[in-house]
């Protein structure tokens, strides 16, 4: 049975680039609780250490991580009474791991509880897309990821929404109006 608290967990996931993380710095700044993302934690962490578990060296032992820091950060907000927004996550981690070894997405997620079922997806946005220390891979192979993430959420039964290419603060009001 769907926990009422997990139904409260909602997905900003898309394209790499797309403006995820600014979304969620917005959301942030008008009171709501918000998760970063695994993956820029796992980087940071790898790189002050011996780095190995880095998406461009070896991708199956960071999706690993991403899935094991995304089900640590839902169960450390299991409690919320309120919206809770998770910038990427397990369902993302998930995708990685698949594309990584070919482990299905519903064979990692069968035990855990879907999130909100409405999913807020960033599209493509060339003109906004940079790589950093982070985010190293190239538009073609976001665009690509993309592409996964769309599959794998609608095959899970998740309604996509895809957020327009507008500024941040009318994109938190598109994302806050949805949540109906």
């Known amino acids: 049975m769907q926990s009422y608290t997990y139904s409260r967990h909602v997905v900003l996931s898309g394209c790499s680039g797309g403006g995820k993380s600014t979304l969620l710095a917005e959301l942030a700044g008008r009171g709501f609780q918000t998760v970063p993302e695994p993956g820029r934690r796992i980087v940071a962490e790898e790189r002050r250490g011996e780095g190995k578990a880095l998406p461009w060296i070896d991708l199956e032992a960071f999706a690993r991580r991403a899935i094991d820091m995304s089900s640590r950060d839902r169960e450390r907000f299991s409690s919320a009474d309120r919206w809770v927004f998770f910038d990427r996550g397990l369902v993302d981690a998930a995708v990685a791991l698949e594309h990584a070894t070919g482990i299905a997405v519903s064979d990692t997620l ?9 999913v807020f997806l960033t599209p493509p946005w060339l003109e906004i897309y940079e790589t950093d220390s982070e985010r190293q891979h190239h538009f073609d192979e976001a665009l690509a990821e993309y592409q996964r993430l769309l599959e794998a959420f609608e095959q899970l039964g998740y309604h996509t929404i895809i957020l327009p290419k507008i500024d941040v603060k009318s994109r938190a009001d598109f994302v806050l109006k949805g949540m109906c």
């Open 110 to 118: 069968s035990k855990t509880d879907q999130f909100h079922h409405q």
